[in-house]
């Protein structure tokens, strides 16, 4: 039973996804960082307000806060501008260096030069028009 519970543990896509998790951590750590003392002191500037926390709606007696939601699309946005430009990206560009160039095939088939048909690119013969073919 813990041999089973170890094998389960030490695969590769449990470690791979605890990692993960830890770097997300601390990722998202760094992005509410960036919106708090960056981005919102930005807002502040601008509206004169220190994030769109204030923007709340009264419906009888309830209050719609939409002003946060606001608040976690920016935080959002700029997570996925970080990962696509910061890490998508240049993983791409660098897979693409290591990637061998796909052989090109030669055609499979040519034209005959008398009745325009294909025919096989090895033929010397058209099996349409018997024009050789060279």
Known sequence: MLKGFRDFVLRGNVV???VAVVIGV???AVVNS???DVINPLIAAIFR???FSYLVVHIHGGVVKYGNFLNAIIS???IAAVIYFFIV???NKLLARFQKPVPVAP???KTCPECLSDIPAAARRCS???QAVA
């Open 16 to 18: 791979d996804l605890a």
């Open 26 to 28: 601390a990722f998202t």
């Open 34 to 36: 960036l919106v708090a």
């Open 49 to 51: 307000k220190p994030d």
């Open 76 to 78: 959002f946005l700029i």
């Open 89 to 91: 990206m240049p993983l």
């Open 107 to 109: 055609p499979a088939l």
């Open 128 to 130: 349409h028009c018997t």
